[in-house]
């Protein structure tokens, strides 16, 4: 069998980085009722995988650079896959919380090696970035459905060990058949992130993006974690309907999912200014109604409310691998994700303590809301004009 084109694998591990960390804040809805726990008690487990997803994206990104991003790839693949059966094996909230803090570790592999990898080879093609963001985005609706769909056919422990299998079996073939055009070659320069002219559009570049890591990453984890439960408690599935309510999120993940392909084509044409801002003006009021709207019409508005979210994710993607060099992409790319995946430590606490207070989303969707509006803010800060191409050093 002759070498299969790396991208292949690339939106494949997108797809599973996104469905395994996932899986819990739907099987949660199983779990906290089989082990006699509450909702928001059993659902800080979820921390672990969170706060070891943030840490993980620094030493992730300087082996990406360093090592050969093929090989992290395996390792991730492998990794994620035996953490996610540990998780199916494990007996009560502290070997499970160890499992998730696995899962978190090797899923924090991708972002820094595999987005860098995506925009090398695709030569900052916002429209790869964005079809490479599509498979990511149906990892969550993956995940939506097929633990709802095994949970009420196996049990939530099937939900883990599933996936787990399917994954180091990925692995094993990406092992084979990848190849190495994902690696840096080692005769690429390291220095120079810009040249000295597009140095002060680099800095707001930079600044939006620490920005819209920070409050973009609670927006994304506070949405994408809330949903199964939003949809259980406010479209009146309070019969513990796992299936149902997994099916509906699978749904509104699956519609929003491809949100990015028209985002990316837009950025190759426009640029990421006009985009990004015509986005989050949507963003900060539809948020802001998600946590207002019960029965089906919310069905509609988180619909929109996720296509909003999902399509603002490659504009910083795109950003970097247009001003910054290919040598220093991963971890640059580590430092973005370090600061998006890490706010995301904060979301299972934040979403579980405001559960527990009004026993709702109202007050959730409001703090979601301001935070679009702190990345609206940054955003008239970006550069106008449109980068030609990426940087020199990168090809």
């Not at 479209?235 to 929003?256: E, K, R, Y």
Request: glycine share 10%; with cysteine.
């Amino acid at each position: 069998m002759r070498q299969t084109h790396p991208i292949v694998f690339l939106n494949l591990a997108h797809f599973l980085d996104h469905y395994f960390m996932l899986i819990f804040p739907t099987a949660v809805l199983a779990i906290h009722r089989e082990w006699g726990r509450g909702y928001a008690d059993t659902l800080w487990l979820g921390t672990a995988a969170a706060v070891a997803l943030g840490v993980a994206t620094l030493p992730a990104g300087w082996l990406g650079d360093r090592w050969r991003r093929s090989s992290m790839m395996v390792v991730f693949f492998i990794g994620l896959g035996l953490s996610g059966i540990a998780a199916g094996l494990a007996t009560g909230p502290v070997t499970l919380t160890l499992a998730l803090a696995a899962i978190g570790v090797f899923a924090g592999i991708y972002h820094p090696v595999a987005i860098a990898a995506v925009v090398r080879l695709a030569h900052g093609s916002g429209r790869a970035i964005a079809m490479n963001g599509v498979y990511g985005n149906m990892g969550f609706a993956g995940a939506a459905v097929f633990t709802g769909l095994l949970t009420a056919a196996f049990g939530w422990r099937s939900a883990f060990i599933v996936p787990g299998i399917a994954s180091i079996i990925l692995g094993l073939l990406a092992l084979r058949f990848m190849g190495r055009e994902v690696d840096v070659p080692k005769d690429e320069p390291a220095t120079g992130i810009a040249p000295a002219a597009l140095r002060p559009a680099l800095i707001r570049v930079f600044a939006f993006v620490g920005v819209a890591a920070v409050f973009g990453g609670l927006i994304f984890n506070g949405i994408t974690v809330a949903v199964p439960k939003l949809f259980e408690q406010q479209i009146h599935l309070d019969d513990g309907n796992l299936m149902l309510s997994g099916a509906l999120a699978a749904v509104a993940f699956a519609v929003a999912a491809f949100a990015q392909l028209p985002t990316g084509r837009l950025l190759d044409r426009y640029g990421a200014k006009p985009v990004v801002l015509f986005i989050l003006s949507l963003q900060v009021p539809i948020l802001a109604l998600v946590g207002q709207i019960w029965g089906l019409p919310l069905m509609g508005v988180t619909i929109v409310a996720l296509l909003l979210v999902f399509g603002e994710i490659p504009v910083s993607d795109w950003l970097i691998g247009r001003h910054i060099a290919g040598a220093w992409q991963s971890r640059i790319y580590a430092v973005n994700y370090l600061f998006a995946l890490g706010v995301s430590a904060l979301t299972f606490p934040m979403i579980s303590e405001l559960y527990k207070i009004s026993g709702d989303f109202t007050v959730l969707f409001w703090i979601l809301a301001a935070c679009a509006a702190a990345v609206l803010a940054a955003a008239l800060a970006l550069p106008g004009q449109r980068p030609a191409s990426v940087p020199v050093a990168a090809e």
